[in-house]
């Protein structure tokens, strides 16, 4: 979806999110599945959905996944003790305190000093293009830690 539009992959992500159950206390992954395209369901056509179902099960995006999860690894992501982390002022958060601790203080960091390596692929927030300091989320979408955690660099991002 993110191909398609970054409005269409933030409104997907929303919907995720937004879930009245967290996409890890599924049991199976045909319960994960379902509930993914449940939402897919709510922002595309059915020609765009059927795509979608497709393209999953040729595995298209599997190599972009694979990478994220590199770049996830190269960061710190199988050393830590947690299941989602943010990169931010040249540290790794896993405790959600510990976030809002650092962006309390944001003025305190030169954010040429911390910059991090973004990439094309990246998905950037949509308020949070003020050339500010970058925060990068790693962890799998739809589980507790991660929404937690998105919630609170939302609404800093959303506060400017």
Not at 79 to 95: G, N, Q, R, W
Not at 119 to 147: M, Q, R, V
């Amino acid at each position: 979806m993110s191909a398609e539009s970054s409005d269409l992959f933030w409104s997907y992500f929303d919907g995720i999110t937004s879930l009245k159950f967290s996409l890890s206390d599924l049991e199976t992954d045909k319960q994960v599945y379902d509930a993914c395209i449940g939402v897919a369901s709510t922002l595309l056509v059915p020609a765009q959905l059927r795509m979608a179902k497709l393209a999953l099960s040729m595995h298209l995006t599997s190599p972009t996944v694979r990478m994220f999860d590199q770049i996830a690894t190269q960061n710190g992501a199988k050393v830590l003790d947690c299941d989602s982390f943010v990169s931010i002022a040249s540290k790794k958060i896993c405790d959600n305190d510990g976030l809002r601790d650092i962006l309390k203080s944001i003025q305190q960091y030169n954010a040429e000093e911390h910059k991090l390596e973004t990439y094309l692929l990246d998905h950037s927030y949509p308020s949070s293009d003020n050339k500010s300091l970058t925060a990068i989320l790693y962890g799998e979408l739809g589980t507790k830690d991660f929404i937690a955690k998105h919630k609170i660099l939302a609404g800093d991002a959303d506060k400017g």
